[in-house]
Every structure is written in C-alpha cells, then in structure tokens.
C-alpha cells in the first residue's frame, strides 16, 4: 500500500442516495441501515454531505446525535456544481 502520505480519496455510490461522490474514507462519515436484517455483517455506506445535511435535522428529531462531518471528509470542500 503506497498511501503517499495522509490524502487518500475514494469514489464511490453514496449509501443513502447512491450518486457516486468523492470522499476521504477514513473521514466519511458513514451509516448502517440498523433495520436491516443483515445489519450485523453490512458494511458501513459512505454518506455524501447533501444527505448528511439532509439527514441531520431528523436524526436530531428523533433525539439522535446528528452526524458529524470530520475536516476533509469531502475533497474540494464538497462543493456541489
Ligand atoms: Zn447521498
């Protein structure tokens, strides 16, 4: 593995809306769907930031902690077009 230094990126299908987006995947904040039946060996989903703002507000509703988005989880800022 030739990590070149501390800036690794992934692309990959959002877990939720699943539009391929670039992340940081030691940053990316990621879910598992805790309803599905297989939830226990389900790989955790990277999350993109428009979901994440989406997801928040009702997570908090439902008195969960929102989900937080580490510094550099979106390269380029997560800037959308
Ligand atoms: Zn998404």
């Given at each position: 593995m030739d990590e070149l230094g501390a800036f690794v990126i992934a692309l990959g299908p959002c877990g939720v809306c699943e539009v391929p987006f670039l992340f940081n995947p030691y940053l990316v904040p990621s879910f598992k769907d805790?309803?599905?039946?297989?939830a226990d060996t389900d790989p955790w989903r990277p999350i993109c930031r428009t979901c994440v703002d989406r997801i928040n507000p009702r997570r908090v509703k439902a008195g969960r902690k929102p989900i937080r988005v580490p510094a550099g989880a979106y390269p380029g800022g997560g800037t959308t077009p």
């Open positions: 805790d309803t599905s039946p297989t």
